[in-house]
């Protein structure tokens, strides 16, 4: 049976506040105040970050440490690219969402003859680049890299030709051409996003399930139409962003967004989609400790971790019993 490897990746590079690096030791925290054996259970890899950069003054106003945030990029996309060939199961507890893109990366890697596709839990589209973006942090960048879309035609940022030379090699990383396509994104509520990103929405008609729509539709029906959108993928990526949920249960997270799941739902979200035999990685992101009050984040994200995980091994001890034997 493939086993599942945890990924910890503490870079918070990306963000615009500080402590998403934290977020790991959070869901440890959690775990040991639950009496888990959660973190002893599988094999774990860490990937070294370049944090300390953030001491040093900032060069790339619209694409902030996008030196550092390559390299770390290359790094993930590494990780997970080797975790795949082991035939293991990635699954990825990450600072800041800028992370994502290195593991797109890596899947691609893994796969480069396989069609990918992303689903997008998270409030925020994340779909800026640095010609678009309103702050220049690199978390809202993650899946424009993964596209190699640079919007100009929503261009509201002179770009530096060193921003641009380190943009271009981001997009690159664990392959030379766009990793994944517009219409193989679907998103799930998410609900704070700028007109550029509106823009590529509906020129693309990239698929959002609002959170009016998840009440009206039922969760697991909205994982069975998000998982139809993408029958054309050979494979799919999940990540899934803390600030998803209502921001009364997430308040330990960079950018808090109301409207949003509660606990219950988001297990279940999580629960029905990587049940699907298709995807292949799994992501939690942005857990931010020193924003909460009694590590509250950690523990409702603790509680979707383990529920999620038990959806994955429950999956590939179905898949290892019904596989053909040699």
């Not at 035609?153 to 766009?178: H, I, R």
């Not at 962003?241 to 988001?266: I, M, R, W, Y």
Request: aromatic share 8%.
């Amino acid at each position: 049976m493939k086993k599942i490897r945890l990924i910890e990746v503490k870079s918070e590079l990306g963000a615009g506040t500080r402590g998403a690096s934290l977020g790991v030791d959070a869901l440890k925290i959690a775990c040991l105040n639950k009496h888990s054996d959660y973190f002893k259970r599988f094999n774990t890899i860490e990937v070294p970050n370049l944090n300390d950069v953030l001491f040093e003054k900032n060069l790339f106003p619209h694409a902030k440490y996008i030196d550092s945030v390559l390299q770390t990029y290359k790094r993930i996309s590494n990780t997970v690219e080797q975790t795949l060939g082991l035939g293991m199961f990635p699954l990825l507890l990450a600072g800041d969402h800028s992370n994502a893109g290195g593991t797109i990366a890596g899947i691609k890697a893994a796969y480069p003859d396989k069609t990918l596709g992303v689903i997008w839990v998270d409030a925020h589209a994340d779909i800026h680049s640095p010609y678009t973006t309103p702050s220049g942090n690199m978390h809202g960048m993650p899946l424009a890299a993964s596209l190699a879309e640079d919007n100009k035609d929503c261009k509201v940022n002179d770009v530096d030709s060193e921003t641009l030379f380190f943009w271009e090699a981001l997009k690159k990383v664990g392959t030379d051409k766009p990793k994944i396509r517009h219409e193989h994104i679907v998103y799930i509520v998410t609900r704070s996003y700028e007109k550029p990103e509106v823009y590529l929405f509906d020129k693309h008609n990239i698929k959002n399930f609002t959170y009016p729509e998840v009440i009206a539709k039922g969760i697991e029906q909205v994982a069975e139409e998000a998982l139809h959108r993408l029958r054309e993928c050979d494979i799919i990526y999940v990540s899934f962003d803390v600030d998803s949920l209502d921001s009364k249960f997430s308040k330990g997270t960079g950018t808090p967004v109301e409207v949003g799941l509660n606990v219950d739902q988001a297990k279940q979200l999580c629960y029905h989609l990587v049940s699907d035999p298709k995807v292949v990685c799994f992501e939690m992101v942005e857990i931010n400790p020193t924003l909460d009050a009694e590590n509250t984040m950690a523990q409702n994200a603790f509680d979707i971790l383990e529920y999620t995980t038990e959806a994955i091994q429950n999956r590939l001890a179905q898949e290892a019993q019904t596989a053909p034997t040699a």
